[in-house]
């Protein structure tokens, strides 16, 4: 098994600034694309940011210039550095891996991680 495990949330002022880390242990031969998605309170789960096992990076518009998502292959690491945080950026940020094992390849979630942007 694979656990994934997001830090970092919290609540913001509008404007400011975070930084979600999450970190992939257990059975990991590779880690192929890694993602973050989100969850707005009341709305569907949606793809934020998602990044290759190469660095090719996509975004969804709304947070294309402020997002950036980043990895650490060697610690098996994902991060989301959020800038310019708004009240639409409320959400549960959700982890999300591509893992391979011994020729096996699965899709893991991590636990979430509540992002509050509110004066």
């Known amino acids: 098994q694979v656990q994934l495990v997001e830090s970092g949330g919290g609540l913001v002022q509008p404007g400011g600034s975070l930084r979600l880390s999450c970190a992939a242990s257990?059975?990991?031969?590779?880690?192929?694309?890694m993602a973050w998605y989100r969850q707005p309170p009341g709305k569907q789960r949606e793809l934020v940011a998602a990044?290759?096992?190469?660095?090719?990076?996509n975004y969804v518009d709304s947070v294309k210039g402020r997002f950036t998502i980043s990895r650490d292959n060697a610690k098996n690491t994902v991060y989301l550095e959020m800038n310019s945080l708004n009240a639409e950026d409320t959400a549960v940020y959700y982890c999300?891996?591509?893992?391979?094992?011994?020729?096996?390849?699965?899709?893991?979630w991590g636990q979430g991680t509540q992002v509050t942007v509110s004066a």
């Open positions: 257990g059975r990991i031969s590779r880690i192929y694309a």
């Open positions: 990044i290759t096992s190469d660095g090719n990076t």
């Open positions: 999300n891996a591509d893992v391979g094992w011994h020729g096996r390849r699965d899709n893991y």
